[in-house]
């Protein structure tokens, strides 16, 4: 009932807000890169306080290379949270045919790089006690010191309490109006689905096409958001093992791959690497599908693999914790909701990245600002959902409840590892690219 009454309030302010009243972008080249455009965008700090205070969304834009054949924008969001999109845009990472009919255009969203970035400090008092706490003590200490990065940050960042991401839909159509344009395509990696799903849900008939990579799913609670992570890594796992077993350019052929992994959780300790940062690395291996490095990674327990975006550490306090209910009672439903994930995933001892962000939001209290819910996409076009099977990081189950809530969506499945798979092969990207020129494919698929 909330959504369907935001959607129709958005879009009665749709019908008597003319699009010449939108403000225009000032355009100036890149200083990265002159050939494309750069600018500002201004919306209120607060939606709900129009006449407040001010804040500038950095955006960029690329022009159709083929102006004669323009088909329209396509908005482009790389995930995160943290990323920025209007450095993404100006990347050549969708295809030259669409690169050729579609402007590319990508604003930061607010908070992160250009737009007013968020970075906490986490030197504070209380120390950090870790994030994986084994006693009643230890789950106090690490929700004070949550509590203390959290204030300490909104002190230092007026922005803090408005970047969830259903503010961020707003931000986007606020984009859009300042372009003048009527209908937008989309394209979004990870985080980035979720501001596609939300803007769709408020803005739906703005929508022209929407392709969604790497699917987030919104509905997802506090127990399956941990446990279909923490089921994608293991199942990934094994994925990984029997793939070594077959070839001969793994570093672990023919040998027992879950004792070499035992034995390197316990060299990484042994050196002072910490068995944590080797979980840490294998995850982003699987999370790339780059087994190989993954098998290297495990035999010579190899340095730190690159992290992740820029300021996302800062941003799950901001954005992950009002995005999703990530609140724990107490350090009871903590254990058991733990000795769960331990059970799933015993391999790399969880989920990584949903107890990461689960760790990060103990000691928040209260209803989260944007709190999850069904996808209800009802007023915007077929949209398509791309994933790969083995999806560590967004799992194929949240694809698949996505594809179900938004009726009539069309889901295409590449039937293998990776995060983001629009460039896994010709078919994935072929789907994507035919489907943003206008031809939907007639049923789902699998390349």
């Not at 994030?131 to 940050?153: I, M, Q, S, T």
């Not at 944007?370 to 996409?377: E, F, S």
Request: hydrophobic residues 40%; negative net charge; proline residues 6%.
């Amino acid at each position: 009932m909330r959504t369907l009454l935001v959607t129709a309030l958005a879009a009665s302010l749709l019908l008597v807000a003319p699009e010449a009243e939108a403000a225009t972008i000032a355009w100036q080249p890149c200083p990265d890169q002159p050939a494309a455009d750069c600018g500002t965008v201004s919306v209120p700090l607060d939606w709900s306080h129009p006449r407040g205070p001010r804040a500038d969304l950095a955006v960029s834009r690329v022009r159709a290379t083929d102006p004669a054949r323009r088909i329209g924008v396509v908005f482009v969001d790389a995930g995160g949270p943290g990323g920025s999109a209007a450095e993404f845009a100006r990347a050549p990472y969708l295809s030259a045919e669409v690169r050729a009919r579609f402007d590319v255009v990508g604003f930061d969203q607010l908070g992160t790089n250009n737009s007013s970035a968020i970075r906490c400090s986490f030197d504070v008092t209380p120390p950090n006690p870790g994030d994986d706490p084994a006693d009643e003590a230890g789950f106090a200490a690490l929700a004070e010191y949550n509590r203390a990065v959290r204030d300490d940050c909104r002190a230092e960042h007026p922005v803090f309490d408005h970047v969830d991401t259903a503010r961020s839909a707003r931000d986007l159509d606020a984009v859009r109006k300042a372009l003048g344009e009527r209908r937008i395509s989309f394209y979004g990696i990870s985080y980035g689905t979720l501001l596609g799903q939300q803007y769709a849900e408020l803005f739906g008939p703005r929508v022209r096409s929407m392709v969604l990579d790497g699917v987030i799913d919104h509905s997802a609670e506090l127990p399956r958001l941990l446990l279909d992570r923490a089921r994608a890594a293991e199942e990934a796992f094994g994925v990984f093992v029997a793939w070594c077993a077959e070839n001969t350019t793994c570093a672990l052929h023919g040998q027992d791959v879950h004792a070499a992994w035992e034995r390197a959780l316990d060299e990484a300790d042994a050196i002072g690497w910490g068995r944590g940062e080797l979980i840490h690395s294998a995850f982003i291996d699987i999370r790339g599908g780059e087994w190989e490095s993954l098998a290297s990674l495990i035999a010579d327990v190899g340095g730190v693999r690159a992290s992740f975006e820029p300021n996302y550490d800062s941003l799950r306090y901001a954005v992950v914790c009002q995005d999703f209910a990530l609140r724990f009672a107490d350090f009871a439903e903590y254990r058991a909701s733990r000795d769960a994930e331990l059970r799933a995933a015993p391999t790399l001892r969880g989920s990584f990245l949903g107890h990461q962000e689960a760790a990060t939001c103990v000691g928040f209290t209260g209803r989260p600002a944007n709190p999850p819910h069904r996808l209800d996409v009802d007023e915007a076009p077929p949209l398509l959902v791309l994933t790969s099977r083995y999806d560590v990081a967004t799992p194929y189950r949240w694809a698949q409840t996505v594809h179900r809530q938004a009726k009539g969506s069309h889901l295409v499945t590449f039937d293998g590892p990776g995060h983001g798979v629009y460039h896994a092969n010709e078919c994935t990207r072929a789907a994507a690219d035919s489907y943003l020129l206008g031809a939907a494919p007639g049923r789902d698929a699998t390349c």
